[in-house]
């Protein structure tokens, strides 16, 4: 890819839980191909991309979610989405549930080339919701309990000669996960989501899903001076209402395109990554401006903690 290049992020309207992965895979390439007529090589999806948002139901044995995730990557239900990226030359972003041979379950992403190889990994980190049954809500969210905390880390991975770093859903509102990935040289950062309006014991306004949901793509690339592509799942799905708001952010913390509709929806930037450079020569230089030293708290606690005392005399 070259340092400008044009950018898709594929919004995919709610997929309901009658809805096979044949007919999602479907739509997914009727997003790529929209997305490669308006010229763009490289296309980000959402958060478990494939199946409808299953951690809202209940099952006392979790296993009766299995198929909900897949066992390989790419399967033959998925084969088709592969097969014609690589066709066209498009790369892409794809967020699913991995089920892997010892039996892990992970909420994950993978960065395929325009090749169709698959060029970089990452299983979430920050899994918001419970693990217990939560009585009286319209749905639950119970990504505690269908996943494992992911354990590869935040990589940033080369794609067609571009460095991309990846994260899903909630891991963007945390800021330390652009910093590790922007302190790895990453570009671009991608990450795809699904943001229920409806989430037990998640107290926000409504009008503060979108808000809070774009301040944090927004402040993450301005302040590590990258690009931020963010591909929602959307609408309406069983009953539960997903935010939409789709967006590409610049380096400048400015959204430069995002989605209209709450449906099905490609919506394309025009990226050039070297709109980076005089955020990183000047304001965040990182060498010579980061205090390391003075952030030692952020690795040593983790939840809020008193005052450290601070020797001011
Ligand atoms: N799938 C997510 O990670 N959703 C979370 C909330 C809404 C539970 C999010 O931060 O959007």
């Known amino acids: 890819m070259q340092r400008a290049f044009n950018l898709a992020v594929a919004q995919v309207g709610g997929i309901q839980p009658g ?13 790529l191909e929209a997305s490669h007529r308006r010229g763009a090589s490289f296309v980000v999806y959402p958060e478990l991309t494939l199946t409808t948002f299953f951690p809202r139901y209940w099952r006392d044995d979790c296993s009766a979610l299995d198929s909900y ?20 030359g498009v790369g892409f ?26 060029r970089g990994k990452y299983r979430k980190v920050h899994l918001p919701g419970h693990a217990d049954r939560v009585e009286d809500v319209p749905a639950q969210h119970l990504e505690k309990r269908y996943f494992e905390v992911g354990d590869l880390g935040f990589g940033v991975f080369e794609v067609d000669g571009i ?49 809070t949901h774009l301040l944090s793509l927004r402040a993450g690339a301005y302040q590590n001076a990258v690009w931020v592509a963010a591909a929602g799942k959307s609408g309406d799905e069983d009953g539960a209402h997903l935010i939409g708001g789709s967006a590409v952010v610049a380096p400048s913390g400015e959204i430069v395109a995002r989605a209209r509709s709450e449906g099905d929806e490609v919506v394309v930037a025009d990226v050039d990554l070297d709109l980076s450079e005089p955020y990183r020569q000047s304001v965040f230089n990182f060498a010579a401006h980061r205090r390391p030293e003075n952030y030692s708290l952020i690795v040593d606690r983790v939840g809020r903690g008193d005052p450290v005392p601070v020797d001011f005399s």
């Open 163 to 211: 460095r991309v770093g990846m994260c899903l859903c909630n891991d963007r509102r945390w800021p330390e996960v652009y910093r590790v990935l922007a302190l790895q040289g990453a570009d671009l950062v991608v990450l795809g989501y699904n943001t229920p309006m409806e989430v037990p014991g998640w107290r926000e306004e409504p009008h503060a899903k979108m808000e």
């Open 93 to 118: 972003y794809l967020g699913y549930a991995e089920l892997t041979p010892d039996g892990r379950h992970f909420n994950t992403s993978i960065l395929v080339d325009s090749t169709g190889a698959i």
């Open 19 to 31: 809805e096979d992965r044949k007919a999602v895979v479907a739509r997914l390439i009727s997003l």
């Open 69 to 88: 995730f897949e066992r390989e990557m790419p399967n033959a239900e998925v084969q088709p989405l592969f097969d014609r990226a690589k066709a066209l």
